[in-house]
């Protein structure tokens, strides 16, 4: 008798899947519906898994959703009005993520939560609390800011493209050891969250970032590298970010080489209500370097918002 694989199910959480709005999302869920709201959304490239640890953690004292966005994961492409993908290389801007997000919380029942949001996740936080301030009671933006250090994204990009696609998931587990070589050694069996396999038998990245980009140069599209086009990235972060009222934490992590002292700084300036705190001994990815720190800080500002149950 054979066993049908199970996917992947995180510690004290559940792992299911829910169309929304004719698209099929991916998602991470700790807590019901009865407990303090609290979306979790990750950065590029990543997966709703990093919040596994922040989930764990928290399961019982809020309920914690982390989808997998949109051209991520196991959640399809999010798709304009127009009817094309929009996005960097071509990962979706957060404008259009955003847009997504009121429809799911919709399907979970959560009208007003607070949002935890990482790298991309957290300008899509913004995005967000700008168009829907109704829906959002406080955000936390762990790495990011409305001004990023370009060698900074330039090293991520680069890592997400290099690899056409990987022999096999060890080869896969080496070469991200070699691009965080501050993280313990990576559990290959843990990698099918982030690649799946093709027919020929090759490992890829769910996420497609660098195959949609290597088809755009396939096809003479020329695009400048996203560390060299911020402007556009980033665009319009500064002005919602100026008009955001909710309370806001930001992270920034000891080691980042994303966002600057000086880039958090300036943001906690700009932004109405906010503090900011260092997680220590993390770079770019904070949630992930040191979870325990991150997980403390997170709480915190939950508690201080009367965000969390007892």
């Known amino acids: 008798m054979s066993v049908v694989p199970r996917h992947d199910v995180p510690a004290d959480g559940r792992s299911g899947f829910v169309m929304v709005d004719g698209r099929q999302v991916h998602y991470l869920e700790w807590g019901h519906g009865a407990l303090p709201p609290v979306l979790c959304l990750h950065g590029g490239g990543q997966t709703a898994y990093m919040y596994e640890d922040l989930g764990s953690a928290l399961a019982g004292r809020v309920h914690l959703l982390a989808p997998d966005l949109p051209g991520h994961g196991d959640s399809d492409v999010a798709v304009t009005e127009g009817g094309s993908e929009s996005g960097i290389g071509r990962i979706s801007m957060p404008s259009v993520i955003s847009s997504t997000v009121p429809p799911l919380l919709d399907t979970f029942g959560m009208d007003r939560v607070v949002v935890v949001g990482a790298s991309l996740g957290g300008m899509t936080s913004i995005a967000l609390a700008d168009q829907h301030p109704e829906r959002v009671e406080g955000i936390v933006l762990v790495d990011v800011g409305h001004k990023l250090e370009r060698e900074g994204v330039r090293r991520i990009v680069d890592f997400m493209t290099a690899h056409e696609s990987f022999a096999s998931i060890h080869d896969a587990a080496t070469a991200i050891s070699e691009y965080l070589p501050q993280r313990k050694a990576v559990r290959p069996e843990s990698l099918t969250r982030n690649l799946r396999q093709r027919a020929d038998g090759r490992w890829e990245w769910k996420h497609g970032v660098g195959r949609r980009m290597r088809d755009e140069r396939a096809e003479g599209v020329e695009r400048p590298h996203p560390a060299d086009d911020l402007e556009h990235l980033l665009g319009g972060m500064e002005e919602a970010a100026g008009r955001l009222r909710c309370p806001v934490l930001v992270l920034r992590g000891e080691q980042s080489d994303v966002l600057s002292d000086d880039g958090a700084d ?45």
Do not use: C, M, Q, Y
Request: charged letters at 25%; aromatic letters at 4%; hydrophobic letters at 55%.
């Open 266 to 310: 300036e943001l906690v300036r700009l932004l109405d209500d906010a503090e900011l705190a260092i997680v220590e001994k993390a770079g770019h990815l904070a949630a992930g370097d040191n979870p325990r720190s991150t997980i403390a800080l997170v709480l915190g500002f939950l508690d201080r918002l009367g965000w969390i149950a007892p």
